[in-house]
T-cell receptor, first 117, second 113 residues
Framework: AQSVSQHNHHVILSEAASLELGCNYS??????LFWYVQYPGQHLQLLLK??????LVKGIKGFEAEFIKSKFSFNLRKPSVQWSDTAEYFC???????????????FGQGTTLQVKP | DGGITQSPKYLFRKEGQNVTLSCEQN?????MYWYRQDPGQGLRLIYY???????QKGDIAEGYSVSREKKESFPLTVTSAQKNPTAFYLC????????????FGEGSRLTVL
């Protein structure tokens, strides 16, 4: 069965620090990969996605993620975080063949990022 | 503005009672989903539907039921058979041609007393 693992459950950074959140998945086939973000008091929203092509994808608000197929990873990065990046971040994966039929997403446990001003 | 509306935002229930959570979308999306969010466990899929009058069980469907009588509506009933119903429930929808790109509602927090 597919699974997604996020290694960091709670991360605390100061403003301007660099961010990298780890995400690994287990599935042997072709996948689509996503990062979702939930800001305090707001609904969960898509941050970025990877379907195919360039393994380095860019999302909103300066975030980027790199797909490394050999490592089954899709880590999220941002060179310089801001206080407004305080949120919970979820990595998610769907099998390419499965998603074409159901769109079922498997989510990681989530990482809470706290940015200190 | 288009979006997903969940109600109520907060709900308290006594043990043994069924409760229905509402989810309405005006995005004209075909597919709709219910997820349950628990601290440290991420989101787990309860039920999903890709077309009116059809739905499938997700990974944790026991103790829950749904209906899809209209395209824009996908209510979730938490029955008394659900052993641990206190949780945050999220409804989502998507266009069929955009797999994995879900639009979420703001959620409903259910507390069983």
């Amino acid at each position: 069965a597919q699974s997604v693992s996020q290694h960091n459950h709670h991360v605390i950074l100061s403003e301007a620090a660099s961010l990298e959140l780890g995400c690994n998945y287990s599935y042997g086939g072709t996948v689509n990969l996503f990062w979702y973000v939930q800001y305090p008091g707001q609904h969960l929203q898509l941050l970025l996605k990877y379907f195919s092509g360039d393994p380095l994808v860019k999302g909103i608000k300066g975030f980027e993620a790199e797909f490394i197929k050999s490592k089954f990873s899709f880590n999220l990065r941002k060179p310089s975080v801001q206080w407004s990046d305080t949120a919970e971040y979820f990595c998610a994966v769907t099998a390419r063949t499965l998603s074409s039929n159901t769109g079922k997403l498997i989510f990681g446990q989530g990482t809470t990022l706290q940015v200190k001003p | 503005d288009g979006g997903i509306t969940q109600s109520p935002k907060y709900l308290f229930r006594k043990e043994g009672q069924n409760v229905t959570l509402s989810c309405e979308q005006n995005l004209n999306h075909d597919a709709m989903y219910w997820y349950r969010q628990d601290p440290g466990q991420g989101l787990r899929l309860i039920y999903y539907s890709q077309i009116v009058n059809d739905f499938q069980k997700g990974d944790i469907a026991e103790g829950y039921s749904v209906s899809r009588e209209k395209k824009e509506s996908f209510p979730l009933t938490v029955t008394s058979a659900q052993k641990n119903p206190t949780a945050f429930y999220l409804c989502a929808s998507r266009q069929l041609l955009r797999p994995g790109e879900l639009f979420f509602g703001e959620g409903s927090r259910l507390t069983v007393l």
